[in-house]
């Protein structure tokens, strides 16, 4: 009867991997014997924080199970994971056990020919039956060496505390008022603080508390309305036990306390848990972000990245590259640009970094921010890097930013931001949009670690473009404009939900400076996708929400594409004095405003605060395109009057966005040709002719000039000829 009901669990999906921790049978004579044989020969392995203990004996005079011995033997030693080989008649069995996930057992039988699941499995290791006593002996602690060795590979540590929390919390003390604490999640947006007295937690005050006192018009301090208590987790905490103190204690921001001197390093909130689930299991691995890097930087750079992680590993302060080098390392479209985060002082790194390696530093410390100059000591320092082949000084770059990690929060809409020093959980949350917000570690052990705080990996892979938080655009509205230059570059979607947040905030564009406007849109006109981001500036109405009066046609649509692939490459050089544009820029706000009547264009060139020398080169390329269906009918003397007081850099934007060949040619013979034809008579060989100095002078050498141009003279000899008739009709009035 026992055995037909047991049939019946087993059919109805018994599990007897759940009943076999509660059984407890009697070891056998036979077992005995064995189980003082392994706890003769244990030997522990200690691997990411986990003991593994290792047992061998020897039973070939034996015939009894050994499972049950293991189960023993783990009861006994309570190790995190047991592993039993016993050579016997039939070979080498090996048994193993685990308590936590973490070890996988099934992996490690499976590398011998067994089976099984993480935490119970076993193989059977054959010997050959002919083997000599001495062979036998040999294979044995080859196998044994081979197990010790595979040992790291079936480690897999859970993520701890320390790994996803945030460190310098802000904390409160019991006596704060409760508008302090109002003024600082409004500033922070932190949903709850930890209150400490005497440097121990005593409890936690939520925003929902903050809230409800502040509805009610209370004077209250932090003692009144915080949720009392001493709920804290220690660093090495696994996340299952965090999750357990969450649930039982209700708090959703716990503090983090160092064991030994109990003091709060950090706090890690239900979002961190939440994210860490949801995600960071499908981040790529170190080695594939060496491996990455390795492919996307030159040598000498990665060198650098590796002496700046050990100099953040020595001075205990955590580094980072951020931003966009990492986003960019993770599209296969790497650049070389390096934002650089220090956990700490980065005044104090960089001065560390000059002690050792050279160059000077420049710091900015009410930014907390310092450059490290490396040009001028390139050579000394490719010298003490130590790489481990040859290093071109000349591939390092001629200097490096750094910058502490730090917050910031806005007085009001659209106002620069008030920063000060955090860390890099909250450095990140300061950024425009999460594909910006992951964070790349370089200091030892953790070189290579990737960290995503706020979902920007997922978003990367799926190509969206998300902000971090509701008022994201209100409190920088330019990051309206970013989020279309970056959706046209990635060729990504922007969020609903960050779209409708935009176009909720497109009047926060009027609180922006014109130069903060201006520089987006020189940025804009740099993107190979600039039409692409124009479009979608009309589409969304931001074009309008800058100023109502920037134009848009299919005419300016047209023009804007000769940017990426002009109606005909210029022959000829052309060069610009303006120092806050370049000549691709320059052609941009010409291809984009020069239709605009005077009026408008002043007062659109107002609001972005356009150069001077633009302004004057937007209103020449309009008058210049209006005479060209005449110019192309005129004498070479008529197309260089013309054209002569234009500016060249003028000219070469018009004839880079002309299709027609006919209407291009005058500019083009103008720039190759025409400006080079001068007369070789200058005013030095009038005066030897004996013509007092007048203003005739002028009007002779640009009429011999106008011969030169119109095929009237060819020759020095056609030249003097011409010359001496204007000459000889002079005097002839005159006489």
């Known amino acids: 009867r026992d055995l037909l009901a047991a049939v019946y669990l087993l059919e109805h999906g018994a599990d007897l991997n759940i009943i076999s921790p509660y059984l407890n049978p009697p070891l056998s004579n036979s077992q005995m014997t064995l189980f003082d044989r392994l ?15 290792l047992a061998k004996a020897d039973a070939l005079d034996l015939h009894d199970e050994i499972s049950t011995v293991a189960h023993k033997l783990r009861d006994f030693l309570n190790p995190d994971g047991l592993i039993i080989l016993v050579r016997t008649r039939q070979g080498i069995r090996m048994v193993a056990r685990s308590t936590t996930d973490e070890i996988d057992m ?54 701890r505390v320390h790994q996803i929390m945030s460190k310098k919390p802000m904390t409160l003390t019991p006596d704060t008022p409760v508008e302090t604490v109002a003024d600082l999640m409004r500033r922070y947006g932190f949903e709850g603080y930890p209150v400490i007295e005497n440097g121990r937690v005593v409890g936690l005050l939520t925003r929902r508390n903050v809230d409800r006192a502040l509805s009610h018009k209370l004077k209250a301090t932090a003692g009144m309305l915080m949720e009392t208590g001493s709920v804290s987790v220690t660093p090495q905490d696994t996340l299952e036990h965090l999750q357990e103190v969450m649930a039982s204690s209700g708090w959703g921001q716990v503090p983090v306390i160092d064991p030994e001197s109990h003091e709060i390093i950090g706090i890690v909130t239900r979002t961190d848990l939440i994210s860490t689930h949801s995600g960071q299991n499908n981040l790529p691995s170190p080695e594939e972000i060496i491996q990455l890097l390795q492919n996307a ?16 590993t020595r001075l205990n302060m955590p580094v980072y590259i951020v931003g966009g080098f990492v986003r960019d390392l993770l599209l296969r479209q790497p650049s070389q640009d390096l934002d650089i985060v220090v956990e700490g002082d980065a005044i104090a790194f960089v001065n560390a970094l000059v002690q050792l390696y050279g160059g000077r530093a420049v710091v900015h410390r009410r930014f907390g921010t310092a450059k490290w100059i490396i040009a001028e000591a390139r050579e000394a320092l490719a010298q003490s890097l130590k790489p481990d082949q040859p290093l071109d000084p000349h591939a390092l770059p001629e200097s490096l930013d750094l910058i502490t990690a730090r917050t910031e929060f806005y007085e009001k809409p659209a106002a620069l931001p008030t920063v000060e020093s955090s860390n ?88 922006i400076s014109g130069s903060r406007l201006r520089h987006e849109i020189d940025l804009i006109l740099l993107e190979p996708k600039v039409v692409d981001i124009f479009v979608a500036m009309v589409r969304t109405n931001v074009m309008q929400a800058i100023h109502p009066k920037l134009p848009w046609s299919l005419e300016i649509k047209e023009r804007l594409g000769y940017l990426n692939a002009p109606a005909a490459q210029a022959e000829w050089e052309t060069t610009s004095s303006e120092k806050q544009l370049n000549i691709r820029q320059i052609f941009g706000y010409i291809y984009w405003l020069e239709d605009l009547p005077k009026q408008d264009l002043e007062r659109v060139a107002a609001r972005l605060r356009l150069p001077a020398k633009v302004i004057q080169n937007i209103r020449q390329a309009a008058e210049l395109r209006t005479q060209l269906p005449e110019l192309s009918k005129e004498k070479p003397s008529a197309i260089t009057a013309a054209l002569e007081a234009i500016d060249p850099l003028v000219i070469t934007a018009v004839y880079q966005s002309t299709p027609e060949a006919t209407l291009r040619e005058p500019l083009r013979a103008m720039m190759l040709h025409y400006r080079q034809i001068k007369p070789t008579v ?6 030897a002719m004996g013509l007092p100095p007048s203003a005739r002078y002028r009007e002779i050498l640009d009429a011999l000039r106008k011969a030169w141009l119109d095929g009237e003279v060819r020759t020095s000899e056609e030249e003097q000829a011409f010359l001496q008739r204007l000459i000889e009709n002079d005097n002839g009035r005159n006489g």
């Open 39 to 53: 706890m003769r020969d244990i030997t522990a392995h200690k691997i990411d924080g986990l003991t593994i203990l």
């Open 106 to 159: 099934a992996q490690l039988a499976r590398y011998f020919g067994g089976g099984g699941h993480r935490r119970a499995a076993s193989a059977l290791i054959h010997l050959d039956g002919n083997t000599k006593a001495t062979d036998a002996d040999f294979k044995w602690n080859h196998i044994i060496q081979q197990v010790v060795d595979y040992l790291p590979e079936i480690v897999h540590p859970s993520v």
């Open 297 to 312: 930087i030159p040598y000498p750079r990665q060198v650098l990245l590796r002496v700046i992680g050990k100099e953040g």
């Open 424 to 511: 890099i959980k909250m450095d990140l949350h300061r950024r425009d949009f999460s594909i910006n917000t992951l964070a790349l570690r370089l200091d030892e052990p953790f070189f290579g670690k990737l960290y995503d705080f706020w979902g920007g990996y997922h978003d990367l892979q799926n190509g969206i473009i998300r902000v971090l938080h509701a008022l994201s655009f209100v409190d920088d509205a330019t990051r309206i404009l970013r989020a279309l230059r970056f959706a046209a570059r990635f060729e990504f979607r922007i969020e609903p939900r960050t779209l409708s947040l935009m176009q909720a905030s497109l009047s926060m564009l009027n609180e």
């Open 682 to 687: 200058n005013g030095d060989d009038l005066r």
